[in-house]
Structures are given as C-alpha cells and as structure tokens.
C-alpha cells in the first residue's frame, strides 16, 4: 500500500513516535494535573514539553501560551469565537477551510459579522488595502491551502495587522511542519494547528497558541485541575482554555513528531517534499486527459477528464495507492480551480514517501487515464 493522504492524517508515523506512545500508555498514563501521584505527575511534564517543543518550533513567548485542544478545528473555533464577540468586518482568504468559513458563518449570524475574501492570485498587499473597511477588526486565515498548496506570506499578514490595528489568527494546519514560523519576526494574535496531520502526532491533538497570557472569551468550561474552589475558569493560560482532561497519549506523540523533524530538520523535509511534489506535477501535467493543478506544501490535486474524482479516488485505491477525492472541506479553494461539481484527487506526501511511491502513482494514473 502507498499512502498518499498526509494532508488529512499522516502515516505511517516514525518509529520514534510509536516508541514514545507505547512508553506512555505502558508506564505513565495517569491523569495529568489531577493527582499527586508519580504517573500523574510524569505525564503532566511531559505534556509540558510538548508545549515547550511548540513553543520553540514557532518562537512563541513561552510554553503557557500554548494550549491543546482535540485538533485544529477546535483550535480555530475557540481563537475566533474568543477576538469576535461583537458585530465587525473580518477579512480572510479565497481558499479557506470550512474549519474558518463555518465559525465566520455561525458569528454572522449570531451577532451580524461580516466576512470579506481577497484575492490570493493577486498582490496579497494590494488585496488587504482593498478589503480594508473603518469596521474592519481582523484578518482570520490559512497560510496554506489544502486543496493546491497556494501559500500566504505571513510577513505581510503580520505587518498589515499591526500597521492598521487588527488582531490576526492563522491556521497553520497545512504550513507547519512543512515551513518555518518564527512569531518573533512575524507576530500574530493567535495560530492554530493539529497534531495529526506533518507533526506526525496521533489523531485527537490539536493546539492554539495564543500572544495573550490571559484568556478572553471562556466557551468551554469545566475542571482545570487548578483554583478549584473558583466557580470561574482560570484566567491565566494555558488552564484558562483547557477544560477537562487532556489527550496525554496524543499529546505525546505530538511531542516525539516535533523531536522527529528537529533531527531531521525542516529545510531538508521541505526540499525533498517540493522535489517529490514537483516531479509528479511534471509527470501528469504532460498526460493530455489530466489537468494538474499548481503544487506547494507537499500536496498535488489533479481531475482525469470530467470523472468525478471520488470515482479516480476508488481506482487508485483499487491499485493500493491512498488519496483522497471530493471537496476536502475548502469548496471556496474549488471555486478557484473550477471544479467545484468535480472535486478534486488529491495527492498529499509525507518525509516518509519516496521517490518510488510517486512514480508508482504516475504509473497507475496514466493508466487510468489511458482507458476511460
């Protein structure tokens, strides 16, 4: 089997994050932060070095900023439902996830917000200055699409939120760990992300960092195994945002997927990822019943004629190759490419994938294509 699908889960996952997971279900469970005794204590340590493991990752202030969550959509739930709490004018991208496009929805609705989508194809500085409005109170988006990879410059994100007043929340879900971050150089008011997908941690993990050591709007609230005696959660983070117990398996492996691309590093992840992404891309494009589509963060989505591509999804499946086909829950990035009726296949890669796996998949595809 070739698994191509990394932009929805990674796998397989390093041998040093199954080691690290079967330690800790094996020696140290415990509840974290809820007890005193020594498997309880051990696992809230080392839940408190992932946190620092991100926090390095990203050059964040510090390890209390950071707080976990289920995944990414739980993340970027409670970042925007904490900064929009009154009727304002949001300015996002073309190509968001439904993960930023349903909360901007569900708070027009509730309290009468409105949501602008620039331009990605255009001069990204150009676009904000146009979407700009005297009601405009911040820009919400992803940095990387997850449907063909199209990239937004941080930098320049981050310098127009400070140069007009706006707060900035970015989804990091498919930049991190395919990028560098560095919140030091390019500041932002809060980033989300999972641990799931180029972290190489397990399902069931996500975290937000937030700039702000306190929290603001509470939407969760429940034990946070500290002041217990308050009928208010913690206004400090990172137990202001985090009610009940945590995911500790999954936090952990969280934690053994950053250590994994620290020794590796994340220019050389980055270059292999472009030069495999690129090599199919030159491959397919070149195949008459196929349109490809431009590539970037290790993905590539492409359609073989008019099939629905859950229909080339099912063929390649057949020949042992995982991708995923549909809409991939961002139909505003299918309404750039035009095939929002269609959906897309989508070939996403790990560091893990080689060179083979991707011809492999040419091979198969061009076959596909050769007898419809």
Do not use: W
């Not at 050591?213 to 195994?225: A, M, N, Q, V």
């Not at 030159?282 to 590539?295: F, Q, S």
């Amino acid at each position: 089997m070739i698994y191509l699908d990394n932009a929805a889960t990674s796998f397989p996952k390093p041998r040093a994050v199954i080691r690290d997971l079967n330690f800790c279900l094996k020696k140290y469970c415990g509840n974290p932060g809820r007890s005193s005794h020594k498997l309880s204590i051990k696992a809230i340590e080392e839940i408190y070095n992932t946190r620092e493991l991100i926090a390095e990752m990203i050059d964040a202030e510090g390890a209390e900023h950071i707080i976990f969550t289920y995944n990414a959509t739980y993340a970027l739930n409670i970042a925007i439902k904490s900064y929009v709490s009154e009727k304002c004018h949001i300015i996002t991208s073309d190509f968001e996830h439904n993960s930023v496009i349903r909360p901007l929805e569900s708070l027009k609705q509730s309290l009468g917000v409105e949501y602008s989508l620039i331009d990605t194809a255009k001069d990204i500085r150009t676009e904000l200055n146009k979407a700009l409005r005297p009601d405009t109170k911040g820009i919400i988006c992803s940095i990387c699409s997850n449907v063909f990879g199209r990239s937004l410059p941080l930098s320049v994100l981050s310098e127009f939120a400070k140069t007009n007043s706006l707060f900035l929340i970015i989804d990091a879900s498919q930049a991190l760990g395919h990028m560098h971050i560095d919140l030091k150089k390019t500041p932002c008011d809060a980033l989300c992300a999972p641990g799931h997908k180029s972290l190489f941690g397990i399902q069931g993990c996500g975290f937000a960092y937030f700039k702000d050591k306190y929290r603001r709007k509470c939407l969760i609230e429940g034990g946070s195994g500290a002041n217990s005696i308050d009928k208010e959660m913690p206004m400090l983070l990172p137990e202001g945002y985090e009610a009940g117990t945590l995911s500790t398996p999954a936090i952990i492996s969280l934690g053994a997927g950053i250590r994994f691309i620290n020794k590796i590093g994340l220019d050389e992840i980055s270059s292999k990822l472009n030069a495999m992404t690129q090599s199919l891309y030159d491959r397919l494009r070149y195949i008459k019943e196929i349109d490809a589509y431009p590539v970037g963060c290790g993905l590539l989505s492409f359609n073989i004629k008019d099939i629905s591509s859950s229909v080339i999804a099912k063929e390649l499946d057949n020949a042992g190759i995982c991708v995923r086909g549909g809409l991939h829950c961002a139909p505003s990035a299918h309404k750039i490419l035009g095939t929002l009726g269609q959906g897309a296949v989508r070939a996403s890669l790990s560091y893990l994938n080689s060179q083979g796996d991707i011809e492999y998949l040419y091979k198969v595809t061009r076959e596909i294509a050769n007898k419809i």
